[in-house]
């Protein structure tokens, strides 16, 4: 090959290489150009749902105005409850707790701070919480036990609730899966359910909150007798969803926080066993 046609040779591998890279650099910015936007549009929208969540506070709803289980976790916003979760607690209706201690009939009523009042709550008193978002909570292991006696709890619901208005109970056993929660407006049972090994109160429809939370409420004389253990399951089940039905109805105790009540106090006494229950 001589000279003049090795250059010519040349040349035209130059003129290939150099139209090949414009035909790279011609797909390659577009798709830059593509991916640039993408991201920019993916980090708008993120400020977006982040401008969203904060003007609605996180919480959820469902189109009846009711919560959803998703706006209990969200709203459990006490990181530092000085609640165990009680066995037993009333929820009532009020910002009197006065009023509250009146128709309890209460000995020896005396103020006290929440934890004064949880600490006195497991022996022979009972602790009147101050207000918390409308609610006030009786806590102690005095009020009426369902699987003991339950009519008695039932009269005496029906007793405070003729005073007081609206009144829920809330009852549980974690070790054996006993478990009761009952609602009153006026002196009428709304709602009520209490579980011991059967089915000893079922009043009412089931609400809204028991449907969402699917508890599972036998009728009288029914249940899975042919296997009882996947009946205490079920049973224990239910138990662990009492504060999530507790938190829909009223109050979650255990959601209390004592930084934000360090200065509120509540009324403990004895109650008034002369007082009809």
């Avoid at 011609?26 to 003007?55: K, S």
């Avoid at 998703?70 to 409850?81: G, I, L, M, N, T």
């Avoid at 507790?246 to 360090?262: C, F, G, K, M």
């Amino acid at each position: 090959m001589n000279v003049s046609r090795l250059t010519a040779v040349l040349a035209m591998d130059g003129r290939g290489a150099s139209a090949a890279s414009q035909d790279h650099a011609a797909i390659i910015l577009p798709l830059l150009l593509l991916l640039g936007t993408v991201l920019l549009i993916g980090a708008l929208l993120i400020i977006l749902i982040r401008r969203y969540l904060r003007t609605r506070g996180g919480k959820l709803f469902t189109s009846a105005g009711q919560p959803t289980q998703a706006e209990f976790h969200s709203d459990r916003f006490f990181q530092s409850s000085i609640f165990q979760c009680p066995n037993r607690w009333v929820a009532i209706k009020s910002a009197n707790p006065q009023a509250v201690q009146t128709a309890l009939g209460l000995h020896n009523p005396t103020p006290c701070s929440w934890t004064e009042g949880m600490a006195q709550g497991g022996g022979q008193k009972l602790f009147i919480s101050p207000p918390v978002r409308g609610w006030i909570l009786v806590v102690g292991s005095l009020l009426p036990e369902p699987s003991e006696d339950v009519d008695a709890c039932f009269r005496f619901l029906q007793r405070l609730s003729r005073e007081l208005g609206e009144v829920q109970f809330f009852s549980v056993n974690r070790a054996v899966g006993h478990h009761a929660w009952a609602r009153f407006e006026c002196g009428r049972a709304i709602r009520g359910y209490a579980w011991a090994g059967e089915t000893l109160w079922n009043q009412g429809r089931k609400t809204w909150a028991e449907r969402k939370l699917s508890l599972r409420c036998y009728d009288y004389c029914e249940g899975d007798t042919q296997n009882h253990f996947a009946q205490i399951e079920r049973s224990r089940a239910n138990t662990e969803k009492i504060l999530l039905l507790a938190s829909i109805w009223s109050l979650d105790p255990s959601s209390v926080d004592d930084s934000a009540l360090t200065d509120a106090l509540g009324i403990a006494g004895e109650l008034n066993q002369a007082k009809p229950r």
